[in-house]
């Protein structure tokens, strides 16, 4: 009898511990919607992931504080060319733009030139093509929050960035002969990333700057 009792409370937790493994089979299954194929395809950090979605993007969508008497203390965002090149076409990490004072982005950092760039994978259209949407984790993103700046045309290095803009802009001359835009750079303050599994994290200034692609 008391083999048969040791045998019957055995075998029930045999049971619960099959189908607290089930269950849990399904619950990871039930979270793949959102975090489907959420590891990276190789080993890379946070801060050369970042680098990776800046130097692969034409363009970020930016959002500032707006000054538009109609839309005034709003969110505004907009969409801007960027380029992160040296001349050889390797990554800076420096954000490079152009704004012109008429536009949203540029009348708003007359005022308060605090900004956020968004970069996402998606703008390669990489993302589409493996099945993922642009909002799941497996989708890496990027948020970069900092400063506009107005770079000086007298420092040595501005003709080298603005040669290297030029490169990948290809109508960009004509926007600064026209339309009187100017080279700026983003003084970055923070990154967040969303990037398969874990959740938002951030990113300092200093390990993007240094990290190697």
């Not at 849990?24 to 946070?46: E, F, M, N, Q």
């Not at 001349?87 to 982005?105: E, I, K, M, Q, Y």
């Not at 990489?126 to 007298?154: F, Q, Y």
């Not at 835009?181 to 990037?195: G, K, M, P, Q, T």
Request: hydrophobic fraction near 40%.
């Amino acid at each position: 009898m008391c083999k048969l009792v040791i045998a019957s409370i055995n075998m029930s937790k045999a049971i619960a511990i099959l189908t607290g493994f089930l269950f849990a089979l399904i619950s990871l299954d039930s979270c793949a919607g959102y975090s489907a194929h959420g590891r990276p395809p190789r080993p890379i950090t946070d801060a050369v992931l970042a680098r990776q979605l800046v130097h692969q993007s034409n363009w970020a969508a930016v959002g500032s504080i707006s000054h538009n008497e109609k839309t005034t203390d709003y969110p505004m965002v907009n969409v801007i060319a960027v380029d992160d090149s040296a001349l050889n076409g390797s990554s800076t990490g420096r954000v490079h733009f152009l704004l012109a004072d008429f536009d949203f982005t540029g009348a708003d950092a007359l005022h308060n030139n605090k900004v956020t760039f968004f970069f996402s994978e998606e703008q390669t259209g990489s993302c589409n093509k493996r099945g993922v949407n642009p909002m799941e984790p497996a989708c890496p993103r990027i948020m970069i929050s900092g400063r506009v700046h107005k770079l000086d045309t007298k420092i040595p290095e501005y003709n080298d960035y603005m040669e290297a803009f030029n490169k990948r802009h290809k109508h960009s001359k004509i926007w600064v002969e026209a339309h009187n835009f100017y080279l700026s750079e983003l003084e970055i303050d923070n990154i967040y990333i969303v990037a398969y599994q874990g959740g938002p994290r951030t990113i300092n200034a200093e390990d993007y700057y240094n990290a190697h692609l």
